[in-house]
């Protein structure tokens, strides 16, 4: 079955440390990819997306990613967290014959401390 | 612009009872979305409405739940009966069409008691 895994349900990162949240899918044809960020009260914000082209896909607010079709993983990095950047954050993915649901990870909720 | 909006934000009812709620779509978006995430576990899949047309509803638990899209705007889920497992918050999404990216709603948090 077609799956999406996020290692860690809780992270946590001091400011000015880096950020690393893992996904890795289970697929052998490649998907289209999203990192979903959700702050206190709000909905769901697409941070970047991978779709064709370059691997290393740049989001807002300093994040990035990386598609790695050999590891089947899209890794979502930050060099220096800040506080603001305390929420949950998901992992989705788009896979091929699937029309166009999305199907998601457990989430990641990321602490920053001083 | 306005984004898409859910109503009500919270719902608490007892089990056996009725809900309904409401997501009102980006403006020209054909493609309305409902997910659902129960507690602790990953948001899941519902069913999308392209248009009034209801174009995968897969995902949907059971008959107790009933979505409709008339007029191809607004959408509404009406759960009945309520039980107990059916709690957490429903997420709705919008996207125009040939979109790749989801606009999510604040959610509606949904507890049966």
């Known amino acids: 079955a077609q799956s999406v895994t996020q290692l860690g349900s809780h992270v946590s990162v001091s400011e000015g440390a880096l950020v690393l949240l893992r996904c890795n899918y289970s697929?052998?044809?490649?998907?289209?990819l999203f990192w979903y960020v959700q702050y206190p009260n709000q909905g769901l914000q697409l941070l970047l997306k991978y779709t064709t082209g370059a691997t290393l896909v740049k989001g807002i607010n300093g994040f990035e990613a990386e598609f790695k079709k050999s590891e089947t993983s899209f890794h979502l990095t930050k060099p220096s967290a800040h506080m603001s950047d305390a929420a949950e954050y998901f992992c989705a993915v788009r896979f091929t014959g699937t029309a166009s649901k999305l199907t998601f990870g457990t989430g990641t909720r990321l602490q920053v401390t001083l | 612009e306005a984004g898409v909006t859910q109503f009500p934000s919270h719902s608490v009812i007892e089990k056996g009872q009725t809900v309904t709620l409401r997501c009102d779509p980006i403006?020209?978006?054909?493609?309305l979305y409902w997910y659902r995430r129960v507690m602790g576990k990953e948001i899941k899949f519902l069913l999308h409405?392209?248009?009034?047309?209801?174009?995968?509803e897969s995902g949907m638990p059971n008959n107790r739940f009933l979505a409709e899209r008339t007029g191809g705007t607004y959408s509404t889920l009406k759960v009945q009966p309520a039980e107990l497992e059916d709690s957490g918050v429903y997420f709705c999404?919008?996207?125009?069409?040939?979109?790749?990216?989801?606009?999510f709603g604040p959610g509606t948090r949904l507890t049966v008691l």
């Open positions: 697929s052998s044809v490649p998907p289209y």
């Open positions: 409405f392209v248009k009034e047309s209801k174009q995968d």
């Open positions: 403006s020209g978006h054909d493609n």
């Open positions: 999404a919008s996207s125009p069409t040939g979109g790749l990216e989801q606009f």
